[in-house]
């Protein structure tokens, strides 16, 4: 770019090519009926997508009974984690709005139509829900909005303080939800075999992206390594699960541990997790090894040439630039981990997918996998797609920082 | 000055490597060691001599013939061939579906392209899993019964899966069989004959057309020259509760396999899209300049350059398709891991099973990246 406007005259500074401009007609004719083929191909896709959409309304508004969904709700969010403690559950949500609006408002810059609307989210859904959840769910409102407000003060310092609580915050959920122990003080312990549906679900996500990360880190720089038996225990390691499915590591996990550890009673749902971390971390590593192979021969010559071991190389020099270069690739498999939990319900857990088995063998609820099937996976969709969407902001701000 | 012999750099990296050794060969031994111990305590000893056991259960659908009187390892034979008939149908038809959604992305037709964005955001932010049970629960075991099967030309839906039209193979399909491979042979003869004189020659030749006209006129006068018709077209007649005739496919197949290849095609539609983009502009302009057509240009100038970003993430894609099929177990397809499933549950031979599905799935994914890796050597760019 900078090359060809340097070469170009300084006097006659280089206007922007104008804009084309389209009446709605003339919009209509560039972008569906330019060819006779194009305008035979909107006809019958323009069909074709009416009456779905029309006998999707239809049903979706008049058949559809969406009881089914606002019965079990509470059911479809926590499954059976007790009543009592349910509230820390929802502490989880509000120190997460915290943390979002305060990084909304440090990082997010010039994104104020984004910002006002994801506030509106938990206000709006305060409307539709009751009792409870709608204290809890003006509480969550609140929270964003007074980290939100809170970012605007003194920034210097607050950046530190954010990226620490989202360092401390995944450790913090898992301790929340799981408690301290003790029968029944306000942290009790909640055993495993009562997290489910959607708590379960990203309970396994944190879990597996808290523990597989420096596992597939260490994999990755084994893989790297130029010690040949360290660097042949990771390929073996790292290809082979990534050569089978995730079920049958998921099984293995559920047969073989017991088997390897007698005495040691391991609950089901901490199996499922123990694959689902040896699972990602294979994945994991072959991302960050995309990573390390991008840094140029010369950091690592630099490094040495200014007397750091191996050791500090790594963690000081190569590491950040590897993975910051990788951060996008990174949360694209977070996601596909997120998706992957629902694996578990084959091996017996109640996840969301578990707990919507269960909802549809309930008698009253007969027969309609339809709309439970279409719930859980819009649960999926949503949060996937936020995901998403941050991952595409975070590389384009990446691009342009660079 | 001579160093310590602790201080030397090789003395530390084959240390550290029998160290990291050690500890790995420790662990392994510890965990065999309780393993062994766990299954002497339940009295199962190691070994495969089970497999020659009759597996006593049935199988809902196989490719060969299978009765509960047969042997475990036949069961899993039968399994492994439902794992390779869904994972070799969905990857061809994924591909077909994938290169339309791709080139249907980058359509000028603003509808088309849009449409296309949706199918693959709703595929791509939606575990498989749920769309399989949503697609064997919500639809296919939603269909009428067989009496009230819709009706789609020959063809039939209903809650029984679909029935379609088939051939019966009758005395003569042998005899057909030996036809069709010497059709084969002299096609893939005149399309080398055809290329060795376009390379000699230097002019474009028409290779494709002559080549599949060879096969089909072999194939048709065969058919004709043949006392009797190889086949015998027989289509499905409803009869008490089932299909009578013809080919069905069970509602199960049917959901895996249009589960996979929607889920697939979505990503490989990505897929070919971002081979396409990657192609500069400048090098259509430059081919258009040159005066080849559009045809010509997409076949000599496009496809080949956007082929080589395109196989390394559609063999990918590929593996995934596979390892999904495995998912199968979930909506009651007897794939490999189903009736290894099934096999664990009656004899609790849980190590040796997981131990032969892991090392099936390594050798299918391995065959298929070799597979993959010659054809992208063969397509890659032959750089100085």
Request: aromatic share 10%.
């Amino acid at each position: 770019m900078s090359t060809t406007t340097t070469s170009l005259p300084s006097r006659a500074e280089a206007l922007p090519p104008p804009t084309e401009r389209y009446t709605v007609l003339g919009w209509l004719h560039k972008n569906l009926f330019s060819t006779w083929y194009n305008a035979l191909l909107t006809v019958i896709f323009g069909v074709v997508v009416i009456l779905l959409l029309r006998s999707a309304l239809e049903w979706a508004l008049t058949q559809a009974r969406w009881e089914v969904i606002t019965a079990n709700l509470r059911l479809f969010m926590v499954g059976q984690y007790p009543a009592a403690a349910t509230w820390r559950a929802w502490a989880c949500v509000v120190l997460l709005a915290l943390l979002i609006g305060l990084s909304w408002g440090i990082w997010g810059r010039n994104q104020r139509a984004g910002a006002i609307t994801f506030g509106a989210l938990p206000f709006l859904l305060a409307i539709l829900a009751q009792g409870e959840a709608r204290a809890a769910l003006l509480i969550v409102g609140v929270a964003g909005a007074i980290g939100f407000v809170l970012s605007r003060w003194r920034s210097a310092q607050l950046q530190r303080i954010s990226i620490l609580g989202w360092v401390i915050y995944f450790p913090l959920v898992i301790l929340l939800i799981s408690g301290l122990g003790g029968a029944d003080g306000p942290l009790s312990l909640v055993t495993t075999n009562l997290w489910g549906g959607l708590l379960l679900t990203l309970l396994l996500t944190v879990v597996g992206i808290v523990f597989s990360f420096p596992l597939g880190v260490a994999l990755a720089l084994g893989r790297q390594s130029s010690l040949p038996i360290v660097r042949a225990l990771c390929v073996i390691y790292i290809e082979v699960i990534r050569g089978v499915p995730l079920i049958t590591v998921l099984f293995m996990a559920q047969l073989m541990l017991p088997l390897f550890l007698p005495g040691v009673t391991i609950d089901r749902v901490v199996r499922a997790m123990a694959g689902i971390v040896l699972f990602s971390a294979a994945y994991l590593a072959e991302n960050v090894r995309g990573g390390l192979q991008a840094i140029p021969r010369g950091q690592y010559e630099a490094a040495r040439a200014l007397g750091l071991n191996t050791w500090k190389m790594m963690l000081l020099i190569i590491l950040p630039q590897a993975l910051r270069a990788v951060i996008p690739i990174l949360v694209g498999q977070f996601i596909a981990l997120f998706k992957d939990t629902s694996l578990v319900v084959i091996v017996g857990l109640l996840d969301l997918m578990g707990i919507a088995k269960a909802v549809l063998a309930q008698p009253d609820f007969l027969g309609l996998q339809a709309e439970v099937y279409l719930f859980v996976a819009l649960v999926y969709g949503v949060f996937c797609y936020l995901m998403s969407a941050f991952s595409q902001r975070l590389e384009a701000r990446l691009n342009a920082a660079r | 000055m001579s160093r310590a012999f602790w201080r030397d750099d090789r003395f530390v990296q084959l240390a550290a490597q029998l160290f990291v050794l050690a500890i790995v060969a420790g662990l392994a031994f510890v965990l065999v060691q309780n393993m062994a111990a766990s299954l002497q305590r339940q009295g199962i000893a190691l070994g495969f001599g089970f497999l020659d056991n009759a597996a006593g259960f049935d199988i809902g659908e196989s490719l060969i013939r299978y009765t509960n009187t047969d042997t475990f390892a036949r069961a899993l034979l039968v399994g492994l061939l439902n794992t390779l008939l869904v994972s070799v149908l969905g990857i061809i038809l994924a591909t077909v579906l994938g290169v339309i959604v791709g080139i249907a992305r980058l359509s000028g037709n603003w509808l088309v392209n849009r449409l296309a964005w949706l199918f693959i955001e709703l595929m791509r932010n939606v575990p498989l899993l749920v769309l399989l049970i949503f697609i064997y629960t919500a639809f296919f075991l939603k269909l009428p019964r067989a009496r009230q099967a819709i009706r789609l030309g020959p063809i039939y839906l209903s809650n029984r899966g679909v029935a379609m039209p088939w051939g019966e193979p009758t005395e003569t399909w042998p005899i057909y069989l030996y036809i069709i491979i010497a059709a084969v042979g002299s096609a893939v003869l005149v399309a080398t004959g055809l290329r060795l004189w376009q390379e000699r020659s230097g002019r474009p030749k028409p290779i494709a057309l002559p080549a599949l006209g060879t096969f089909a006129t072999m194939a048709a006068v065969g058919w004709l020259v043949l006392p009797q018709p190889p086949l015998t077209i027989t289509t499905p007649q409803i009869a008490a509760f089932n299909f009578r005739g013809g080919l069905v496919l069970t509602p199960e197949f049917m959901a895996l396999l249009i589960g996979l290849v929607i889920y697939t095609a979505a990503f490989i539609g990505e897929v070919v899209r971002a081979g396409i983009q990657s192609v500069p502009k400048g090098q259509v302009e430059a081919a258009r300049a040159l005066g080849l057509n559009g045809r010509r240009t997409l076949q000599l100038v496009v496809f080949p350059q956007a082929l080589r970003v395109i196989i390394p993430p559609l063999t990918s894609q590929y593996l995934n398709l596979t390892k999904n099929s495995s998912l199968a177990v979930a909506i009651g397809y007897p794939d490999l891991f189903a009736v290894s499933g099934t096999i664990i549950n009656q004899t609790g031979r849980a190590v040796e099973m997981i131990a032969v599905v892991m090392g099936v799935y390594l050798s299918v994914s391995l065959l298929t990246s070799l597979l993959m890796n010659w054809y992208n050597r063969r397509v890659r760019l032959v750089e100085r």
